[in-house]
């Protein structure tokens, strides 16, 4: 089945710093998005983007189907930005394969 | 308010003892799933429904039942819980995925703990 490999699995930011989240999928995928999940538990959609580019404030991320990934972007990240990130892919059979995740520690 | 509501949130139980995960949306989509969480494995599928009556396995669906007889319910059965069920659950919900808006929202989590 499809495999998709998030990068890296960990990552520490000081407040203010920018960095980039990597989801690599196996094989063609229908359509990819990218969660939040706060110290809560709480899963949030950040985009749904199965190709090109989106922005929303100081996230944007961007899928190459073509070349099978997709990077999520975090400009001036903040406290509240900590947490862990996934990307899931939808198969052609329609399942839905998440990624491990990456770990996210923004510190003041 | 657009929402995906699970029931119980919290649940401690002993094995065997058959159980139900409720989950319902109001969003009137077509695709509901149940997902499982541990440490360190991110979320796995377990069940899917592409609609009313129509299921089908995820990635890890031994234990589990799943049945979908209204399209805003999808509850969770677990038959004879054993301590390897232990996990954070999560039921989600979007449009039927051919759609070029597929977007899945999730409900809160049921934290399970089978002793």
């Known amino acids: 089945g499809i495999q998709v490999e998030q990068s890296p699995p960990d990552l520490i930011l000081q407040e203010g710093a920018n960095s980039t989240l990597r989801c690599n999928f196996s094989d063609s995928v229908n359509n990819l998005q990218w969660f939040h999940q706060n110290p809560w538990g709480q899963l949030i959609n950040l985009f749904y983007?199965?190709?090109g580019t989106k922005q929303n404030g100081r996230l944007s991320a961007t899928t190459v189907a073509t070349e099978r990934y997709s990077l999520l972007y975090i400009s001036s990240s903040q406290t509240t930005d900590s947490g862990v990130y996934f990307c899931a892919a939808l198969t052609g059979g329609f399942k839905t394969i998440f990624g491990a995740g990456t770990r996210l520690f923004v510190k003041a | 308010e657009a929402q995906v509501t699970q029931n119980p949130r919290y649940l401690i139980t002993v094995t065997g003892k058959k159980l139900t995960v409720t989950c319902s949306q109001n969003m009137n989509h077509e695709y509901m799933s149940w997902y499982r969480q541990d440490p360190g494995l991110g979320l796995r599928q377990i069940y899917y429904?592409?609609?009313?009556?129509?299921?089908d396995k995820g990635d890890v669906p031994e234990g589990y039942k799943v049945s979908r007889k209204e399209k805003r319910n999808f509850p969770l059965i677990l038959e004879s819980p054993s301590p390897n069920q232990t996990s954070l659950y999560f039921c989600?919900?979007?449009?039927?995925?051919?759609?070029?808006?597929?977007?899945?929202?999730f409900g809160p989590g049921t934290r399970l703990t089978v002793t």
């Open positions: 983007i199965p190709s």
């Open positions: 989600a919900s979007s449009l039927w995925p051919g759609k070029n808006t597929y977007e899945q929202y």
């Open positions: 429904s592409m609609n009313v009556e129509v299921t």
